[in-house]
């Protein structure tokens, strides 16, 4: 469970992901990525690898 510094996709804006792992956080197109949480809150896929 390797932590990442934060991300999350410019086109939904609706979570943040910080797991390596996520698959989710995974399919966003690099040109949709943006770094932090831009204060949203951590998707359930990250929340859910981190225990």
Not at 26 to 46: D, R, W, Y
């Amino acid at each position: 469970m390797a932590k990442k510094s934060p991300w999350y996709s410019t086109l939904t804006r609706d979570v943040h992901h910080d797991e390596s792992t996520c698959h989710i956080g995974n399919n966003i197109e690099s040109e949709n990525v943006a770094s932090g949480t831009g204060n949203l809150p951590k998707c359930k896929e990250c929340e859910r690898i981190s225990g």
